[in-house]
């Protein structure tokens, strides 16, 4: 795996890109179907692991202990593994199509768990192909996926400092599988109209937030970057400057955002994109009125440890 903060054009592994996203997405509907419902839809979101992306340990639905299902981004496989010890692993394939693992994911999880169904559906994706019958994305190369990989670590690395010295309610580092990025949000401990009715924006977002992620690029907005958003936001949230220089409020997206490329290009590149995390949230503080102590606490003070 690269050492060093790598490039990632998103026109180079778009192909692959998508295939990794529609397998993160069994995964997290494995989740979603399995644990117990927690606040903001957290019991639904995936993790960073030093291997890849995982769930948390879910009930097995025949009462047999928990299960654990990831997509193993270093030995290429997509593992469901029991807590007895029993483990069904799938080869993640250059040609191998999404469907197909599909179909052996959820064989290998009924046959160490007992019987679950999941709507195949996707979420949040330009595509609309059930996942257990998709054939169209079967793109997956080892490098790109490695470079995606150490990206992601370090984009996580990043997160986590910038909420680890925060003081009020706040979400782990998490893998969101619908938009395929990696976020973390802090709370005000207010509450919050959501921004719609739909079920997703009515049950993830009833909460004043501060939200810092990381996405690798989509259709959208090809290049991989770190945002930054407020809920709700009032009215002038648009009109800071965030450091570092190059951060930018993006109109089209409704949020601040950092680009990879300039974050990678800085002279220290973990330390740029924190700066821009804690600016974002310094901001975000101040505009949308929350306790001073909170934000306070979100850059260091008092530190978390004394």
């Known amino acids: 795996?690269?050492?060093?903060?790598?490039?990632?054009?998103?026109?180079?592994?778009?192909?692959?890109?998508?295939?990794?996203?529609?397998?993160?997405?069994?995964?997290?509907?494995?989740?979603?179907?399995?644990?117990?419902?927690e606040p903001?839809?957290?019991?639904?979101?995936l993790r960073l692991s030093a291997r890849g992306w995982?769930?948390?340990?879910?009930?097995?639905?025949?009462?047999?202990?928990?299960?654990?299902?990831?997509?193993?981004l270093r030995t290429h496989e997509a593992v469901a593994e029991h807590d007895d010890g029993r483990?069904?692993?799938?080869?993640?394939?250059?040609?191998?199509?999404?469907?197909?693992?599909?179909?052996?994911?959820?064989?290998?999880?009924?046959?160490?768990?007992?019987?679950?169904?999941?709507?195949?559906?996707?979420?949040?994706?330009p595509w609309?192909?059930?996942l257990d019958q998709d054939d169209e994305h079967a793109t997956y190369d080892p490098a790109q996926v490695a470079t995606y990989f150490a990206a992601a670590t370090r984009a996580a690395l990043v997160l986590a400092a910038i909420r680890a010295p925060y003081r009020g309610r706040s979400t782990p580092v998490n893998a969101w599988w619908g938009s395929f990025d990696l976020a973390m949000s802090l709370f005000s401990g207010?509450?919050?109209?959501?921004?719609?009715?739909?079920?997703?924006?009515?049950?993830?977002?009833?909460?004043?937030?501060?939200?810092?992620?990381?996405?690798?690029?989509?259709?959208?907005?090809?290049?991989?970057?770190?945002?930054?958003?407020?809920?709700?936001?009032?009215?002038?949230?648009?009109?800071?400057?965030?450091?570092?220089?190059?951060?930018?409020w993006d109109a089209a997206l409704g949020e601040y955002?950092?680009?990879?490329?300039d974050v990678r290009e800085s002279a220290d590149p973990h330390a740029a994109a924190v700066e821009f995390g804690r600016s974002a949230v310094r901001h975000g503080c101040a505009v949308c009125g929350w306790d001073p102590v909170l934000s306070a606490s979100?850059?260091?003070?008092?530190?978390?440890?004394?």
């Open 40 to 45: 903001e839809l957290q019991h639904a979101a």
């Open 128 to 130: 609309t192909t059930p």
């Open 190 to 248: 207010e509450p919050a109209e959501p921004p719609s009715g739909d079920f997703i924006m009515r049950n993830a977002m009833d909460a004043q937030e501060i939200a810092i992620g990381w996405w690798p690029g989509d259709a959208r907005y090809p290049r991989a970057a770190f945002y930054s958003y407020a809920h709700p936001a009032p009215e002038g949230y648009a009109a800071a400057v965030l450091s570092p220089e190059a951060a930018r």
């Open 1 to 37: 795996m690269p050492r060093e903060w790598p490039a990632l054009p998103y026109e180079d592994w778009s192909a692959t890109r998508d295939t990794v996203h529609a397998h993160t997405q069994v995964l997290g509907k494995l989740a979603a179907t399995l644990a117990p419902p």
């Open 298 to 306: 979100a850059q260091g003070t008092p530190p978390p440890v004394t």
């Open 54 to 72: 995982e769930t948390l340990p879910l009930p097995a639905p025949d009462g047999s202990g928990a299960l654990v299902v990831a997509l193993d």
């Open 257 to 261: 955002v950092l680009d990879w490329d």
């Open 87 to 125: 483990v069904q692993r799938i080869a993640l394939t250059p040609d191998r199509p999404v469907g197909e693992v599909t179909r052996a994911v959820l064989e290998a999880v009924r046959g160490l768990g007992g019987p679950v169904e999941i709507d195949p559906t996707p979420q949040e994706t």
